[in-house]
Nanobody, 117 residues
Framework: QVRLAESGGGLVQPGGSLRLSCVAF??????AAWYRQAPGKQRDLVAE???????NYADSVKGRFAVSRDSAKTTVFLQMNDLKPEDTAVYFC?????????????WGQGTQVTVSS
């Protein structure tokens, strides 16, 4: 059962921007985080959005990336500006989903971001 789906990845030149989306199906997003995994490396936390609306970022993306959520709490976004080749990775959304008085942790399938000239 698909609960989360990311989109918005692609190929972009250095200095460019992309906006990733993470949509929850049949649930609302209580809290969420974006991770990324480059080939041969571990999956690292990039940005998180707490249930209170607090945001936290990895040092490597501070000032360039911004995480947000829509008013319906069914979609989380990651706005990525001034992209660098080292931002190339598969980006995953992870969320605490709330539905029918139940909280479930779910991962999306990932979306590829490639930064290259």
């Amino acid at each position: 059962q698909v609960r989360l789906a990311e989109s918005g990845g692609g190929l972009v030149q250095p200095g460019g921007s992309l906006r990733l989306s993470c949509v929850a199906f049949g649930s609302t997003i209580y809290a969420a985080a974006w991770y990324r995994q480059a080939p041969g490396k571990q999956r690292d936390l990039v940005a998180e959005l707490t249930s209170e609306g607090t945001t936290n970022y990895a040092d490597s993306v501070k000032g360039r990336f911004a995480v947000s959520r829509d008013s319906a709490k069914t979609t989380v976004f990651l706005q990525m500006n001034d992209l660098k080749p080292e931002d190339t990775a598969v980006y995953f959304c992870n969320a605490e989903l709330y539905s029918d008085y139940t909280m479930t942790n779910s991962w999306g399938q990932g979306t590829q971001v490639t930064v290259s000239s």
